[in-house]
């Protein structure tokens, strides 16, 4: 299961009496509790890693500290940024630290993770699949954060869900994992148009 400080797998119906149910009820209420953190700019478990500094840009900063291609958005549709972190690397100690900002509101965010595709810092998650989708020519996994039979698209915006895809490697740097999820409050389009307006700073 992915790093669920940064988004987590939710899991969503009745719950049940087995052992297997229960163990679902808490993955739900635990990520929903981290993600609304994260998307207010909390830490639970890591502290923002210092990073770079000097051109006045979080994103090309974050860039001269890493290896693999950093992706600023251009549309965040209208969306405050919330906030803006460099972490550890906690799956993988010593790796390269990843990104993860948020945009909007607790209620109404969107989350941001970029990581390096290599190893991918963020784990993955396993949402209920609603296909694929191509972002900048890119194949991408599309997901909502809901299962069972009712759960479909057109709950999309009720549940939240997520876009997955690995940004290819350049002549100088490497492919990067990109992850643009929310926890409702969005239509799979306007996550899809968040996700085209990743645009490279180097």
Known sequence: MADT???GTCVF???GSSPASRTMLKIKVATRALIASIL??????HAPVATAMGSGDKYSDLQTGVTYVVYKPSNTLKLKALNFEVRACRLHPGKEQYLLAGFGGMDQGIALVETAAAYNCTGIDHPKSLGTVYINGIKAKLGIYC??????????????GE????????KLLKATYI???????FTQTQLIAFAKGLKPVA
């Open 13 to 15: 119906g009745r719950a």
């Open 163 to 170: 876009i997955t895809f690995i940004a290819p490697a350049t």
């Open 147 to 160: 299962s069972g039979a009712k759960c479909t698209a057109s709950k999309f915006s009720k549940y939240g």
């Open 179 to 185: 992850r643009v999820g929310t926890q409702g409050g």
């Open 5 to 7: 400080q940064v988004l």
């Open 40 to 45: 207010l700019g909390g830490a639970l478990f």
